[in-house]
């Protein structure tokens, strides 16, 4: 994500979000007082419906500085940061819940990833839940020629360069249960959504557990 970051600064006024946020997985798992972390939170969509939800006590932070400067313009009575500012020791095991919405798509690296979910790990209480959604790999025969080209560019299928420039990832079922071996699945949907460059996709959102014991 950090080799990622002057893509995401030069797009960070133009991209919309579109990975939807179950409210009835929330209601049911995560109170109104807990402490909720949005990794990746980019221009602070996630942490702006849950403020409208009532949530208070939430953070976001982002490699990108563009990111979260727009989302400080936009909402800024919020705390955003830099995921480099971003005290993780001073904060393991304090966060009850963690939103990780479309950000392994942009981590395309196998170490990367694994690295990124071991310190969301750490950063949840024991019992405390990570809300991932994220990019499955797709059926339809665009992504699946560039699934192709990207295999042979970039040695993982799966990873890809879209039409502007960003370097992505769409995950197989078995690697993202490989991601998520530490937890305890909750729950699983499909959702469909629109990607960042407006085109129609499924994504896959698991809530997870890190073990109480």
């Keep these: 994500m950090e080799g990622q970051q002057a893509y995401w600064d030069r797009v960070a006024d133009e991209k ?11 209601d049911r798992f995560v109170d109104r007082q807990a402490r909720v972390l949005d990794y990746g939170c980019g221009y602070g969509r996630s942490l702006r419906e849950l403020a409208g939800l009532g949530y208070e006590n939430t953070r976001g932070i982002d490699f990108s500085a563009r990111m979260i400067k727009r989302a400080r313009r936009d909402a800024p009575d919020m705390s955003f940061g830099l995921v480099e500012d971003f005290p993780f020791s001073a904060e393991a095991g304090r966060f009850d819940a963690v939103l990780l919405m479309a950000v392994l798509t942009c981590v395309a690296d196998d170490r990367a990833q694994r690295d990124l979910i071991a310190a969301l790990y750490g950063l949840l209480r024991p019992g405390g839940l990570l809300y991932l959604s994220d990019m499955p790999l797709q059926t339809d025969a665009r992504n699946l020629a560039r699934y192709a080209e990207g295999e042979r560019r970039f040695g993982d299928y799966g990873v890809f360069q879209t039409e502007d420039g960003a370097i992505m990832r769409h995950h197989d079922e078995r690697r993202l249960g490989d991601l998520l071996e530490a937890f305890e699945t909750v729950a699983d949907r499909s959702v469909p959504i629109f990607t960042l460059n407006g085109h129609p996709a499924t994504a896959v959102q698991i809530l997870a557990r890190r073990p109480s014991a």
């Excluded at 919309?16 to 929330?26: E, G, I, M, R, V």
């Design 16 to 26: 919309a979000f579109t990975h939807p946020l179950d409210h009835d997985w929330l």
